[in-house]
């Protein structure tokens, strides 16, 4: 059942006894939560593999993502873009604040800096951009206006482990930027992610939020809620983060000979190399724009041969049901047309070069 189906992603998994190894102690310790030695560990060694300064693991993105807006205090509204996980919307509406959406820029899909700086009011206290499939957001264009107008940046780099622009790690740029570590990402702690931030004061804000607001045994100052990464989860990371360079590089070689199959065809458009930046080669989207086949067709004859491609990010999500009555996606043009033609292509560290020819036929037909 499993073997002949080909989904978007397989998350890499260490060898079995390499993990067993790493656990090990934990029947030691009976240390299983609550900031424990894996925890530290990896917090430790992603410092260094990110090259950040600072560094909190979480339990998810997302719900990193929730505290690191809590922990700024903002208030009013946030601008970000539609074309993104919901996971980025939701982060700024359940903190009580008004998402304003900005379009995308129609070559690497983040957000478009030049629609950006009119949608700023009195009201705006942040800027909440997404690193979609890793590419990168004009990170130095969007700290200029962050700089005039007094603005927060936040960094939604959920899908940007590992990239790096100008030899920087990309968790440098803006206040902070949340990674997600989730099973389906590039480095993953099965479910998981961490804050990266500029200021070294801000991580018992951001440990104090993760742990119920406890600052001490007997004081709790913030209305914080439970996002904390267990050691069960920290372990696998630090599995992971061996075999990282290897599975980047694997990823790699998938995403070359998706290009070779792929590239200078009539009304199929890819992802051009951004200048100066080292990718992670997390996605392989593909936009079908003029194509002799649409996007959804090519989805459907993919999902015939067992094959799962997926429409990330489709619908967007000033149109999905909990936001369509609040929102309009006209304003974000090019979103709309990117997602309504857009397509991500399995990709994980050890799909078989067979299997992209074979899937690259299908849609050539
Ligand atoms: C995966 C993802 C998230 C949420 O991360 P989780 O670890 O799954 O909670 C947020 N934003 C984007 C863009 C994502 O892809």
Known sequence: ??????????????????????????????????????????????????????LSLFTNGHLALECVVQAFNLTGEVITTPFTFVSTTHAIVRNGLKPIFC????????????KLERLITEKTSAILPVHVYGNICDVYEIHRIAQKYNLKVIYDAAHAFGVTVNDTGIGNFGDASMFSFHATKVFHTIEGGAITFKEESFKNKLNSIKNFGITGQESIEDIGTNAKMNEFQAAMGLCNLRNIDKDINSRKRVVERYIENLENINGIKLLKEQK??????????????????SRDGIYELLKQNNIMA??????????????????SSQGTPVAEYIADRVLCLPLYADLALEDIDRICKIIKG
């Open 1 to 54: 059942m499993f073997s002949d189906k080909i989904q978007v992603t397989r998350s890499s998994m260490p060898p079995i006894e390499e993990y067993i190894e790493e656990i090990k102690s934990l029947w030691d310790s009976h240390w299983l939560t609550n900031m424990g030695e894996k925890h530290n560990q990896l917090e430790e060694r992603l410092i260094k593999c990110l090259d950040v300064p600072n």
């Open 103 to 114: 379009d995308i820029n129609p070559d690497d899909y983040t957000i478009d800096t030049e």
């Open 276 to 293: 100066n930046v080292k990718s992670n080669y997390a996605y392989f989207p593909v936009v079908f724009d003029g194509y002799k086949n």
């Open 310 to 327: 997926r429409k990330y990010f489709y619908p967007l999500t000033n149109r999905i049901e909990c936001y369509k009555d609040y929102f």
